[in-house]
């Protein structure tokens, strides 16, 4: 779970293979989201200022998820993806291509 104490940031997760759907919000000041245990998440921030997030986790097992295919093969928007890794645009694309997304 994140709680936005200053700022604003884009934050989300994806859901388990096979179906990879994204889900993304942007979170303001005041706004909390909750993580689904074990799925690939993000959060960063997309905001004219800086921001500070609180984390807080309900259990020390985290769980697992393909990351390869959860970050690169659906339509999770290139620009957060490369936001979210620092990988560049360019490769990103290629790992789409690769992998079978788009966006």
């Not at 604003?8 to 689904?36: D, Q, R």
Request: aromatic residues 10%; proline residues 3%; glycine residues 10%.
């Amino acid at each position: 779970m994140i709680y936005v104490a200053e700022g604003s940031v884009t934050a989300g997760f994806i859901s388990g293979a096979p179906s990879n759907v994204v889900y993304v919000k942007k979170l303001n000041k005041g706004e909390v989201m909750v993580f689904p245990r074990g799925l690939f998440h993000f959060q960063a921030n997309t905001g004219e200022e800086h921001a500070t997030v609180i984390a807080s986790f309900s259990n020390s097992d985290p769980g697992v998820q393909v990351v390869s295919s959860a970050l690169f093969g659906n339509d999770f928007s290139s620009f957060l993806v490369e936001k979210t890794t620092n990988i560049d645009e360019a490769e990103v694309k290629k790992l789409k291509a690769l992998l079978g997304g788009s966006g």
